[in-house]
């Protein structure tokens, strides 16, 4: 009896308790940040020449796509759309980044994954309402509905 409640508690504790393997589609719109380098010149007054430099321009673009969500075992994972992923970042499975700090209940699964050393986005899925929220830094978010993936088992054609 002891050992049983003592892995309950272990259980408990990791947040991933009663966790079912899940695989979700959610449709929703998204925006990220974009950065573009452009050559400027300048007038240099004090040697009277024109200066030629770059100018980094920022904005932000915004995007309706779908994202995937894995939860398998006490793993999750997270495709997010290849227009959402950063120049610079951690490298990703083929374009799914893995999540540290799972928790799972009854009425929520969240996490965060990590796309660079900047921005580790929070990741809140509602099981109630299949409200997806992905928030991270520099104008990175996604709000979405999702549902189950009822991927066919046979081809359609």
Not at 122 to 127: A, T
Not at 146 to 151: A, F, H, K, L, V
Request: glycine share 8%.
């Amino acid at each position: 009896m002891k050992l049983y409640h003592a892995a309950f508690v272990v259980i408990a504790m990791t947040g991933v308790a009663h966790a079912e393997d899940i695989s979700l589609v959610c449709q929703g719109s998204g925006r990220y940040p974009t950065s573009s380098t452009s050559s400027v010149t300048t007038w240099n007054y004090s040697t009277g020449q024109p200066s030629q430099g770059s100018a980094t321009h920022t904005e932000v673009q915004s995007v309706n796509a779908n994202i995937r969500f894995e939860l398998r075992g006490e793993r999750a994972r997270i495709l997010m759309p290849p227009v959402m992923t950063p120049t610079i970042n951690n490298g990703s499975d083929g374009g799914w980044w893995n999540f540290d700090r799972l928790e799972v209940t009854e009425n929520e699964i969240s996490g965060r994954f990590n796309l660079n050393v900047f921005n580790k986005p929070r990741v809140r899925i509602d099981r109630r309402t299949g409200v997806i929220e992905v928030d991270g830094n520099f104008n990175y978010y996604f709000l979405g509905e999702c549902q189950r993936d009822e991927t066919p088992v046979e081809r359609r054609f």
